[in-house]
């Protein structure tokens, strides 16, 4: 049973840094594509980030792009989404997937976690 528990939302103001962490409980970590998303109220779902299997292909919404870095530890089972220059237009529940020898460039994961808050004030 695949787990993906993402960790270390909160409230934070214009301008501020965060990382976002997701731990996988998959054993063979190092061969899936991990994807970060996130959904405002009232919006769909959105694409971020998304760091290959192999950890040499990354790729990032045109909305963070500069300001957001994807990164993944394969011994710690994580991948973290390091998010600088916070706005308000970044507040959303963020969700990181998992998707097995996945491509960076599909938007379709196998498993996703719970999501965690990120509230970004003015």
């Known amino acids: 049973q695949v787990q993906l528990i993402e960790s270390g939302g909160g409230l934070v103001q214009a301008g501020d840094s965060l990382r976002l962490s997701c731990a996988a409980s998959?054993?063979?970590?190092?061969?899936?594509?991990m994807g970060w998303f996130r959904q405002a109220p009232g919006s769909e779902r959105e694409f971020i980030a998304a760091i290959s299997w192999s950890a040499f292909g990354t790729r990032y919404a045109d909305s963070v792009k500069g300001r957001f870095t994807i990164s993944r530890d394969n011994v710690k089972n994580t991948v973290y989404l390091q998010m600088n220059s916070l706005k308000p237009e970044d507040t959303a529940v963020y969700y990181c997937?998992?998707?097995?020898?996945?491509?960076?460039?599909?938007?379709?994961?196998?498993?996703w976690g719970q999501g965690t808050q990120v509230t970004v004030s003015s």
């Open positions: 998959i054993r063979t970590f190092s061969t899936y594509t």
């Open positions: 997937a998992a998707d097995q020898f996945g491509a960076v460039g599909s938007v379709k994961y196998e498993y």
